[in-house]
């Protein structure tokens, strides 16, 4: 049988298969089988990412379609078939005659269909079929194998994502055709490239630590890192300040507090340490009453103690005179005292001390009174003569300039 005989065969079995109906599949026959199909051509989209694994074509530019088979051992007449399908129809042509091809046992075969486009009313998500067939005969074909590759039929003015930028511009810029937030910020890519101007392949255009759809939300600019030009970030406003990243009254706000606060703590710090030094004087004044050995030093001659113990008296108010003073320590010391005593309570010097109690004495305002080497100054009524024997001479009184 000549080559155009065998042509002719193949075209009149491929049209009864498909005029009747007939879908061209089923179980393969082992041997001859598709060993690649390659898809190529101006019509494909390139340079940019699909992302759901199928190849874009152009819907009005050709494609060229190469399939690569081996023979099968029964068969030496072979019939090539290109076709697509979707899920809800049966396979059609894309061309109108299968490519018949003639193989010696052992060899491969390959299969050119150029210029092929698809039919104008055909759109999204298809099956490029790639069968071939043995045949026997004038009119016997036999299913041989069947490859399919996932297309995607998409024109230039169309939005296969639904993300309002167009299939060819999307194209253009390099996007993912498939994908209606490539950056997954929250906001579709063409309004990020149609209204706000921010880079649809990066969620935070601007750099300011808030994504673009965040920024949108709240009202600010998602290609400018300081919407309100305070000299603070959106970001370090809403994440870390929680401020108004839309307003410029924040630094001012901001200062005022940083002035109440301290203020707060300076007023504060001061009222605290007139406390505590409130608090400290009166320990102080409260521990020159106390009965320890070391501060009941103003005992009768005889040892013994006064009569009722040390009395307590309140504080006279300030300012006192030197004389107030020494009375009011003889009072809180039971209206005795010994005179170095005096000099340790007044941290007055001993001379100082002298020369008052000598003035205080010839007023009558005290009485001084010589024991061994110490003075014993009293008030009136507290003195230590009861103590003396009556024979006792009476004691000189210390030199004033002791």
Known sequence: MSDRALAVAGVLCVLVLVGTGVPVGGQATPGGGV???????????????????????????????????RDAREFTNYCVWLGYEREDASPQ??????????????????????????????????????????????FNATLLDRETVPVTVITRSGDIDG??????????????L???????????????????????QNPDTDG????????????????TADTDGDGLSDGTEVNLLRTDPDSRWTPVWLAGLVVLVGGTIVVGGTRFRGWWRERGDGAVAGSGGSSSQDEVEDVAVDGSEPAGGPERVDEPPEPLTDEDR?????????????????????????????????????????????????????????????????????????????
């Open 178 to 200: 498939s994908n209606a937030d490539m950056d997954g910020d929250g906001l579709n890519d063409g309004p990020e490239v149609n209204r706000y101007e921010s880079n649809p």
């Open 326 to 402: 020494v009375e009011a320590l003889l009072r809180e010391h039971g209206g005795r005292m010994k005179q170095s005593r005096i000099v340790e309570d007044t941290d007055w010097s001993k001379a100082k001390v002298s020369r008052l109690l000598s003035s205080m004495n010839d007023e009558g305002t005290v009485e001084k009174l010589s024991i061994g080497r110490e003075n014993i100054v009293s008030l009136d009524g507290h003195g230590p003569e009861a103590a003396r024997s009556p024979h006792e001479e009476p004691p000189q009184e210390e030199n004033a300039s002791d």
């Open 93 to 138: 042509e894309l061309v109108e005659k299968c490519d018949p091809k003639a193989l010696s046992e052992g060899t491969n075969g390959t299969s050119e269909f150029t210029n092929v486009t698809w039919p104008s009313n055909v759109s999204g998500e298809q099956d490029l079929v790639v069968e071939v067939q043995g045949l026997s005969g004038e």
């Open 208 to 223: 300011d630590g808030v994504r673009d759809g965040e920024e949108i939300e709240i009202g600010i600019d998602p290609s």
């Open 163 to 176: 993300d309002g930028l167009s299939n060819a511009r999307e194209a253009e810029n390099g996007y993912n």
């Open 35 to 69: 060993i690649d199909v390659t898809v190529a051509g101006g019509g494909v989209v390139t340079d940019t990412d699909t992302g759901n694994g199928s190849t874009y074509v152009w819907q009005d530019e050709p494609i060229d379609v190469s399939a690569t088979f």
